[in-house]
């Protein structure tokens, strides 16, 4: 089942949480286990590392190693295989108050399938797989050609999956016994239109299906451009073109060269997608007739309440919970927006000055995503490190909607 963006959130966060913890020493293990894994060979490995563990000179360190292992193998021993799409572990001791610490121990289903066994004995938990696949949504179609050889793959967030590769069977550039040098290469060039129209019928088939949201097209000299401008391609996949872009290349290594090569491209398309959301709120924000927009924390949740938002635009940025409040020596109560860390001593009644009791903690941006889904608004996480991400989080609070009609 595909992530909802709640869900999407929701993994963020817990891998940013992860990510923060750190180890006194190499004790923090990380282990990711492929769906294909039998439980068997995982528990032999992690006996190996125990074995191994016992080397380990640091009292502390190996003690905290040793007991990470027992934890993660006690677990296994429920499970007949791993899930669907294979499992996460973190377990160790990390840095609490003062010299103290504490045993953390987090088990997560990835969004999408994990495909390499992985151990790791480090100062902190190894998140980075993880952080890939909650790249961006998008997916864009790859093609690298040239005259001998052609690959067509997808890219997902940082993954890229090779989903076909051809030969072209057109001849090279010599001559052969009994043809003249013309007839030979319009041999050849008939050979490459033929090679052209397979290759487009392949990319039609596999990338419509993916319903890509645009197309990178590489390889060596000018052999790409031919196949572009000969109109070989389906309309609706020509009009997603992005760019084109000079590749070593044409196999499945020449799929991650392109990927690579087109990095800065697809984060400007990216920047250039959020900058066209913030120049619409600003347009309809500026309406002297009154625009379909909303800003403010408040404003927001009632344009969201009254179903209203067509598109909620949050900044990455906030660092906010919603809380209950209330008085245990009174009859005060109160909900409240907190920025950053609660700290409790800071909030006293208004009344009698006691110490509020909080309750109903909720992170502001998970609390927006839930509102959102319930009335079929689409949310859009906005970068703050833009200028466009900048306004929204210091002129608007971090929160802004364009609205489906216009309200009071």
Known sequence: MEMTKKDEYDFKKAIEEIKDL???????????????????????????????????????????????????????????????????????????????????????????????????????????????????????????????????????????????????????????????????????????????????????????????????????????????????????????????FNTGYTDEYGLKELMENAKETLSELEVMKEKKLINKLMEEIKNPNGGMASYGEEEVMRALRMGAVETLLVSEGINKQKVKVGCPDCSYEEDMTVEGKLRKKELSCPNCDSELETSDKKDIIELLYEMAEEVGSEVKLISSESEEGELLKNAFGGVAALLRYRIN
């Open 22 to 244: 750190k180890g006194r020493g190499t004790e923090l293990i990380s282990l990711y286990v492929p769906p294909d894994r039998s439980i068997s060979d995982v528990t032999s490995y992690l006996n190996e590392e125990m074995s191994e563990s016992s080397n380990i000179k640091s009292k502390s360190t190996r003690k905290h190693v040793q007991a990470a292992l027992r934890s993660i193998m006690s677990k296994l021993k429920y499970l007949d295989k791993p899930p669907e799409k294979g499992m996460v572990f973190f377990v160790g001791h990390v840095s609490a108050s003062g010299d103290k610490t504490e045993m953390v121990s987090k088990t997560l289903e990835p969004p999408r399938e994990i495909e390499t066994f992985t151990y790791r004995c480090d100062s902190e938990f190894y998140v980075e797989p993880l952080k890939e696949m909650i790249g961006e949504r998008e997916k864009y179609g790859l093609i690298v050609l040239d005259r001998s050889e052609a690959t067509i793959g997808i890219l997902r967030g940082n993954r890229v999956e090779t989903l076909q590769h051809l030969q072209s069977m057109v001849p090279s550039k010599h001559t052969k016994g009994g043809f003249s040098q013309q007839r030979f290469e319009r041999r050849i060039e008939i050979a490459a239109q033929e090679y052209f129209k397979r290759l487009a019928d392949k990319a039609n088939g596999l990338l419509l299906e993916e319903e890509v949201d645009g197309l990178l097209v590489g390889g060596p000299g000018r052999t790409k451009d031919d196949f572009i401008d000969g109109g070989f391609l389906h309309h609706e996949l020509e009009n997603k073109i992005i760019d084109t």
